[in-house]
């Protein structure tokens, strides 16, 4: 008897641990880093990025590889530690795709190509999603892989019937949005999650389903941050199209629309931010678009949206705010990307943009937590304007091509050194090359032909 009670008091002991240990760490309305979508990584979001982090590994996708680098060490490794495997040196057509390191594509078909899309990080995985197109056929649909963190093992995690799209993960679920067409050729979404940690067959569930009598264009995820995903919904035909933030609780599964107080029927909140456990973001007037010259305020609130108030008064509308958690950026980069694009230059060189010269600079302000303003920098992009992901800890990763255009090199900003800079442009520091492989110089050179 007593050592049935003692079994009872382990088991009941191990229960209330996992209840409340999985019930705390999963409830929390900050970012946990191991489990959570790394909204510093995940540059406008939806399809993974290019860099995640966890702890003192760096993965980086290049060219149609998944690399791993010790912070430490300094060294690049493909993320596959099968014997035998000559990775990303691996010339024979039928064994490319052998190797866990390779981001599993159908060449010569897929819309988006070997950098179209990225990865995310999760609980111990590399998560990606890729697309097949059967030869011949219409049909196309999606199919989501995992690789365990040290290369040791792939797994493909589920197939769809169709596409998805604007995937996130965070705290053991992928959200996404299913985008469908039904037998009139109606195009309709479904946003669904499916918990990747449950026993047995997996099973997506739909808990958003857009109204098509609105003309929904489409829905994209802003990014999920302690128990609330945002995504904005653009309804309406292209002509006149509205945007609404949306915030859905993880905890009590109800949506709510992000609004300010007194909001405009030309007005809509935009590109969430995520910063000291509340969420920053843009207010936007569609009467303003086009005017370069016009400001907006920029708007701090509860994570639900509630508790709204001006953050920052008149920022030009096109500046864009990141975090990393340390601090706050403000940048003029998208500023400058819609100037390009919208320059008579640029559309009367469609052809040959590559060799064009354009004239910005950029210029990013640094906000500290007390949102003391303590310093302003260049950052050293000339050719085109161009973001980097900011990053968790203390290093902004980049990737940059070589001149000859064979590889990559990883370089990074110390952003210890913040405070410093009084304007000036920050310097990169080189970590390692990276060579293309074998296969994506070939597809760098269209020469890869698509397997039969
Ligand atoms: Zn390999």
Known sequence: MKKVVKHITIIMLVCILTVTGCGRSSSVDSFVEETDYQYQYVYGGGMGGYIARAKDTMYFK??????????????????????????????????????????????????????????????????????????????????????????????????????IYNWVMHRNVMYYIEHTFDESGKEEYAVKEMNLAGVGKLKPEIFYKPDPEEKITSVSYSGVYGNHLYMEEFVGGYEECTIKTLQYNLQDKTLTEIQIPNQSDTEYVSCVTFWKNRIVYHVFDMEKDGQYDATEDVYIADLDGTNAEILLKDIPMYYQFYSDGNYLYVSN???????????????????????????????????????????????????????????????????????????????????????????????????????????????????????K
């Open 62 to 163: 290049i060219g149609s590889y998944i690399y791993q680098m010790d912070e430490q060490t300094k060294i690049l490794m493909p993320l596959c530690n099968k014997p035998n495997c000559l990775h990303d040196k691996e010339t024979d057509d039928e064994r490319i795709e052998e190797c866990y390191a390779y981001f599993i594509e159908n060449h010569g078909t897929s819309a988006s190509g070997p950098e179209g899309a990225g990865f995310a990080y999760m609980n111990g995985y590399i998560y990606y999603v890729t697309e097949k197109w059967e030869d011949g056929e219409p049909h196309s649909y999606s199919i989501l892989y995992k690789i365990a963190k040290d290369g040791s093992q792939r797994e493909k995690v589920y197939q769809w019937d169709g596409l």
């Open 333 to 451: 980069c998208r500023e400058c990307e819609i100037k390009i694009y919208d320059s008579l230059e640029y559309q009367n060189n469609m052809n040959n943009l590559e060799n064009m010269k354009w004239d910005f600079k950029l210029h990013v302000d640094v906000y500290n937590q007390d949102m003391e303003l303590v310093d302003s920098v260049e950052p050293p992009f000339h050719d085109f304007p161009y973001e980097p992901d900011y990053g968790i800890g203390d290093r902004v990763y980049v990737k940059i091509e070589d001149e000859s255009g064979d590889g990559v090199s990883i370089q990074y900003w110390d952003k210890t050194k913040i405070g410093t800079y009084h304007g000036d442009e920050y310097k990169l520091t080189k970590l390692c090359d990276q060579t293309y492989s074998y296969l994506d110089k070939k597809i760098r050179k269209n020469e890869y032909l698509r397997k």
